[in-house]
């Protein structure tokens, strides 16, 4: 247990969470704190004790991030410790039990320094973030220009990107190299134009976890093509609009 003995102006300092506690004045028998925290730290306040469980429990919620169920369960025990100690450390203040709220200040700063302690440990122990690996795209459209256009775009915002100038090509493609990420294909070509080439893919066991996103000026009903994981699993009317293009690229394709 950490046993203080506090001047105004003296400061306690939990840098692992970002709060600061402060003695601002010293009058009688009552003490006037203050507590500065960032904002994903709830500052407990006398006007919010009657709200303190709910407080704390949201802390919990929101900064409960890692995963082990056990480690949360701790950290909202010690919020609730804490909570306990500020409440009986306010009655004590308001009875004159100057020597009481002593000990307990003590117990309230003892909870928090454990839940530093329990932050520091658990981010010590977390996995290392893997590395994102570079999103693969098979970009299939007959129209040389568009092609070129769009895989340069697409390799400027990230992407390995290879080209196929139509369905045929597509799948012979895919049956010859690692498998992509997404395959962004057009629908009116030679030799083998969208919905065939689809279709092509669906009917590949192999090919079953690959994206197949539709850039087209017509309507997935207008051709009978299926959406969602059997068919297409987006469809980009034409003009695209590659900003937006690589924005729902980003969002579909998140990979460590």
């Known amino acids: 247990m ?12 939990f840098p692992s969470i970002g709060a600061t506690v402060q003695v601002l004045r010293i009058k009688g028998k009552a ?6 925290a960032p904002s994903e730290v709830p500052v407990i306040r006398h006007e919010l004790l009657e709200d303190v469980q709910q407080i704390c429990a949201e802390y919990a919620q929101r900064n409960g991030s890692p995963q082990d169920k056990k480690l949360r369960h701790a950290m909202r025990n010690r919020l ?19 020597d009481a709220a002593e000990a307990t200040f003590a117990k309230v700063i003892e909870e928090f320094e454990a839940i530093e ?17 570079q999103r693969r795209t098979l970009v299939v459209e007959d129209d040389s220009n568009e092609c070129e256009l769009l895989a340069g ?13 139509d369905g045929a090509d597509a799948i012979d493609y895919l049956l010859s190299h ?14 083998c134009d969208g ?18 996103f539709a850039i087209s000026g017509t309507s997935p009903a207008s051709l009978g093509v299926a ?30």
């Not at 003490?31 to 500065?36: A, F, K, N, S, T």
């Not at 329990?118 to 893997?130: I, N």
């Not at 775009?153 to 100038?165: C, I, K």
């Open 2 to 13: 950490l046993v203080l003995s506090r001047a105004a102006g003296e400061k306690l300092v």
């Open 31 to 36: 003490v006037r704190l203050g507590i500065d």
């Open 80 to 98: 609730n410790a804490a909570s306990l100690a500020l409440h009986l450390y306010h009655k004590q203040l308001e009875q004159g039990l100057a």
């Open 117 to 133: 302690q329990e932050m520091a440990r658990s981010r010590d122990a977390a996995p290392p973030a893997c590395e994102p690996r």
């Open 153 to 165: 775009f697409l390799r400027m915002s990230g992407f390995e990107v290879a080209t196929a100038g």
């Open 178 to 191: 690692d498998t992509p990420d997404v395959v962004l294909l057009d629908m009116f070509m030679p030799r």
């Open 195 to 212: 919905p065939a080439t689809v279709n092509a893919i669906r009917d590949n066991p192999s090919l079953n976890e690959m994206k197949v």
């Open 227 to 256: 959406t969602g994981p059997r068919g297409v699993n987006r469809w980009f009317p034409k003009p695209v609009n590659p900003e937006q293009l690589v924005r729902e690229l980003d969002r579909e394709l998140v990979f460590c």
